[in-house]
């Protein structure tokens, strides 16, 4: 029986994995902050049906020594490095924690794994933040990283720490370059949850209003179990490398509420209003991965259009 190490298994991709790697027959633990498993049905909402299979350590990223004692104790065979201050506005307002907990505790795990659990196979969650201001579309593993926000800088610096990982230590470590993917299971203040949530509020008359930023923005937007899978297609290959995991299709923000709102019946002009607060400044040329690499070395592919994601929320 394989064992798997999971660190943000409480969040979206991580509550996927971890029904995906049990469906599997594997051994699964999770690294979570004490505070949770003291709240446990409200911040472990996500893997709540999963509680009974899955083995909980209390550590924290930005504690070397409580992730060496995990990684020594558990002795992974895999493990998948999914924890970080993901949300990219954050990022604007707060280097230093970004910085810290992102790049730092991508350095700590791998450290420890160097040290305590060297035949391990590593997966890190890297962004399509990395490449930031991009000079074409869709961008592949051979575009130049440009990163515009200390969010994509905390994953650029990771990746290279994963690359420095292999090739100088020979560790089996990975990045997959992702773009974003959404399911139910999306924290609530990513747009498209944010949307589809608050949609859900107005047609039951519980609010009348959604506030948004950028109507413009355009993303690559793809399912989360379709990710987990190919995060988890990655350390099962025979040579450790890195991938761009996405759609290779661009959406804007405008086209996801007007789907979102139309499948309640609503017109979202009706109740969608601009908030300077929320606005970022969209990509001169989008952000949109060029997954072909991916494909041709495991078969992966994306098996859902976004208006099929969004209908089942
Ligand atoms: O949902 P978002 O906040 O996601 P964002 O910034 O693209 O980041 C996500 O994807 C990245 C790439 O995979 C990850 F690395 C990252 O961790 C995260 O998962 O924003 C999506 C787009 C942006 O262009 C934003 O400007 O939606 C636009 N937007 C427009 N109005 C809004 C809003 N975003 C948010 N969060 N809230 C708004 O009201």
Avoid at 91 to 102: A, G, P, R, V
Avoid at 165 to 187: K, M, V
Avoid at 200 to 206: H, N, P, Q, S, Y
Wanted: charged share 20%.
């Amino acid at each position: 029986m394989k064992r798997a190490l999971i660190t943000g298994i409480s969040g979206q991709d991580g509550s996927y994995l971890a029904e995906l790697l049990i469906a599997r027959d594997y051994e699964v633990h999770g690294l979570v902050r004490r505070d949770s498993i003291e709240d446990s049905s409200r911040r472990l909402s996500n893997i709540n049906h999963l509680k009974e299979d899955i083995t909980f350590h209390a550590a924290a990223l930005d504690n070397e020594l409580s992730l060496y004692k995990v990684i020594a104790k558990v002795q992974p065979d895999e493990c998948y490095h999914l924890a970080a201050s993901s949300f990219v506005s954050y990022s604007f307002e707060d280097e230093y924690s970004i910085l810290t907990t992102n790049f730092n505790g991508t350095h700590f795990l791998l450290a420890s794994l160097k040290e305590a659990s060297p035949d391990c196979r590593f997966f890190f969650a890297g962004s399509s933040e990395m490449f930031g201001t991009v000079e074409a579309a869709p961008q592949d593993e051979a575009t130049p990283f440009n990163p515009r926000s200390i969010y994509g800088i905390s994953k650029l610096a990771s990746h290279h720490l994963v690359r420095n990982y292999r090739t100088q230590y020979g560790l089996f470590a990975c990045t997959g370059i992702l773009y974003n993917h959404e399911s139910p299971r999306r924290d609530f203040k990513f747009v498209t949850r944010k949307i589809t949530s608050q949609a859900a509020r107005i047609k039951l008359g519980l609010a009348d209003k959604l506030y948004l930023g950028n109507l413009a923005a355009l993303r690559d937007w793809g399912y989360a179990p379709d990710y987990v899978q190919a995060i988890w297609q990655i350390l099962q290959h025979h040579t450790p490398d890195d991938y761009v995991i996405a759609t290779g299709v661009n959406h804007s923000v405008e086209e996801f509420v007007t789907c979102a709102f139309s499948y309640l019946g609503l017109n979202y002009r009706d109740y969608v209003e601009i908030d300077p607060r929320f606005y970022r400044q969209a990509e001169d040329i989008p952000l949109c991965g060029n997954a072909t690499k991916i494909r041709n070395a495991l078969g992966w592919q994306p098996t859902k259009p976004l208006e099929d994601i969004i209908a089942e929320w």
